[in-house]
């Protein structure tokens, strides 16, 4: 059994990795600051099996807080730090450089200073497919420049990367940085696309579409994050940087469609132009994972989302 130090720990992928380590028997500390980013409310509401777990203990501070955190790793050794809090969006971190900056990267450093000086032996950094900004070779490959990203979050989440890698070059940390290409799956961010177009098809309203359409994203589960999140803690040696995500991109209006199928409902589509940080592709190779992590992504996109649709149901009938 592992004590794994789980930043974001009540976020969407967080919470779910939070319940997959405790049913793998290991001891797991979140830290949330509960952000107004999205309702509050729904964050807790995503702890709601953790908490009631005895191996379960949450600590409600900022990654940002230098105190708080040294205050954590003194209390108790980590073997692992899963570190998935950040400042997330591409549009919103247009408006507010400064905030994302001050969080995606200082608040980085705050824990790889922590996990550096209390001997830490995993160290997992959770990055972006938007690192590879308007990248015309696809699929997106790891080796790929990566010093052209188009939003200020895309270059915080760069920006968290390479100073992994100077923790790591000067102290010798084990530190890998997972790219999340497009996660989705129950509990999803209420301000991502799946969601909200989830919600706005059930209420019968058209659906803002930007640009033709043909903008494809590597929609990735939820599940096959898990897995590669889990793969990547247990093979957590030297520094490196692997793509998770489907490697299947699916077009916009492919997206909508299948949303609708799930819902039976139509679809009215309301035309926009394209915005401003929004990339034409994202697209996986996941080749280096699959060969050095054993990571093997299975979910069908229609079923991920029939399987959403199921979750946004029951959430809406409680």
Known sequence: MSRVLLTGAAGFIGSHLAERLLAEGHEVVGVDNFDSFYDPGVKRGNL??????GRFTLHETDIRDRRSIEAIFAAQPFD?????????????????????????VNGTIVLLDAARRNGVGTFIFASSSSVYGNNRK????EDD????????????????????????????????????????GPRCRPDLAIPKFTRIIDAGEPVPMFGDGTMRRDFTHVRDILDGVMRSIGHCTGFHVYNLGESRPIELRTMIETIAAALGKPARIEPLPRQPGDVDVTYADVSRARKELGYNPTTEFADGIRDYVAWYRGRSCS
């Open 138 to 141: 696809v699929p997106f490959h």
């Open 48 to 53: 709601h099996a953790a908490l009631g777990h």
């Open 145 to 184: 420049r990566v010093d052209h990203p188009i939003s200020p979050y895309a270059a915080t989440k760069k920006a968290g990367e390479l100073i992994c890698h100077t923790f790591h070059h000067l102290y010798g940390m084990p530190i890998t940085c997972l790219r999340f290409f497009t996660v989705y």
């Open 80 to 104: 692992v730090v899963v570190h998935l809090a950040a400042r997330a969006g591409v549009r919103p971190s247009i408006e507010e450089p400064h905030l994302y900056a001050d969080v995606n």
